[in-house]
């Protein structure tokens, strides 16, 4: 079942960043766009690296999860050890390249809100006969 996760969200994620770069490509972007496009693409994968392989976070007092959005390893406090329970090893690697891959497609949110905010504008501006 979780494997369905890791499919769905590399899906979606790379639906997202490819449609932003076909819609940046197809609008003929100025350099400041594709600018943003790198360094928002950089940031992602730096965030998505540190969320895919460093990230920890405590679900209770007994409780710790391994890699974000999709857990890799779980780790359960018995007898003041951490026993930790690791999902399979080909599980774990194509989670941990979909977390990058779907942290990355995060980032770019804020370029496809502003991208597709302008491009409705000039629409609304030319249906009305503003522009010459």
């Given at each position: 079942m979780?494997?369905?996760?890791?499919?769905?969200?590399?899906?979606?994620s790379s639906w997202v960043l490819v449609a932003l770069f076909?819609?940046?490509r197809r609008q003929h972007a100025?350099?400041?766009w594709w600018v943003a496009f790198g360094v928002l693409v950089a940031c992602?994968?730096?965030?998505?690296i540190w969320c895919a392989f460093y990230c920890e976070y405590h679900v209770g007092t007994r409780f710790r999860i391994g890699s974000f959005p999709i857990?890799?390893?779980?780790?359960?406090?018995?007898?003041?050890?951490?026993?930790?329970f690791p999902v399979p090893e080909f599980q774990?690697?194509?989670a941990s390249f979909t977390n990058v891959i779907t942290i990355t497609a995060l980032t770019t949110l804020?370029?496809?809100l502003v991208s597709w905010?302008?491009?409705?504008?000039?629409?609304r501006e030319f249906e009305s006969g503003r522009v010459a």
């Open positions: 979780s494997m369905l996760f890791v499919i769905l969200f590399f899906a979606l076909r819609r940046l100025s350099g400041g992602g994968v730096a965030l998505g857990p890799v390893v779980f780790f359960h406090l018995e007898d003041g050890q951490w026993v930790d774990a690697w194509s804020p370029l496809w905010r302008q491009n409705r504008h000039e629409s």
